[in-house]
């Protein structure tokens, strides 16, 4: 039986396209055993580990607000912390991982390293995977202070390259037109920045992917778009279907 890996990459309730493409997988013999992901692909990727299916991590993501930013809070007390957010992870997840099939990705704002975590506070690594730099406090943990990896490493791979005989590609967030009207707000400059660069950094390692699926078809969705996740969704499944016609048996590679 193949190893078969996949890469979550972050972004926001974006990240719910994810969801399409695990279950066309499903569908055609295969189902990852090995999950990379960052931000809110690490959410997905955790929940997916940790056996839940795509219909119920659906319902989760609808119900929890993991997938917004907290603007209000954000206004009266400026940078936010994780602590006081994504109470609810305890509701569907242990206090601890072990070695296993699961990789977060995250970054120590202290030393720019991207550093990845196999096991140990499950709550704590996802909470600061999630911790996006421009709104949230760094989480300490382990000598380190970390933040989500989206702007250095929104498409963490590299842990399955050793170790999967196959690894699929989940990227998507999707590169939209320039709006002159960005030039009078920080906050959407600052995101498109992040995304250009996350993008590009991304594709550099698009190439160790044996099939990658980039969702540049959902240029009219924003990463805060909670609202439409099962819009999000379906048109996720409906692309990754038309791109994954044929069954495991028959490699389309």
Not at 159 to 182: A, F, Q
Request: with cysteine; charged share 25%.
């Amino acid at each position: 039986m193949r190893n078969i890996g996949i890469v979550l990459s972050g972004g926001g309730a974006l990240a719910t396209a994810h969801l399409g493409l695990i279950k066309r997988l499903e569908e055609i013999g295969e189902q990852p055993k090995v999950i990379s992901g960052n931000s809110a692909g690490a959410c997905v990727g955790t929940l997916y580990t940790h056996g839940y299916t795509v219909d119920e991590i659906l319902k989760i993501m609808k119900k929890e607000d993991w997938l917004k930013v907290p603007f209000h809070q954000f206004r009266e007390n400026g940078i936010l912390s994780v602590e006081d957010m994504f109470t609810s992870f305890e509701n569907y997840l242990p206090k601890r991982f072990e070695r296993g099939n699961l990789h977060i990705g995250a970054v120590d704002v202290d030393t720019g390293e991207v550093v990845s975590y196999n096991e140990g506070e499950l709550y704590t690594v996802l909470k600061a995977s999630v911790a996006l730099s421009t709104f949230f406090k760094p989480v300490e943990y382990q000598g380190k202070y970390l933040v989500d990896s989206a702007l250095l490493d929104n498409f963490h791979i590299e842990p399955l390259i050793d170790i999967c005989d196959v690894i699929y590609g989940s990227y998507v967030i999707p590169m939209t037109t320039y709006d002159s009207k960005e030039n009078h707000n920080v906050q959407q400059l600052v995101n498109r920045l992040f995304a250009i660069n996350g993008y590009q950094r991304a594709k550099e390692k698009f190439k160790f992917c044996d099939t990658i699926i980039d969702h540049q078809y959902l240029k009219n969705y924003k990463v805060l778009d909670h609202h439409k996740i099962d819009e999000i969704f379906e048109k996720s499944y409906e692309y990754c279907k038309q791109q994954l016609l044929k069954s495991a048996k028959t490699p389309y590679l």
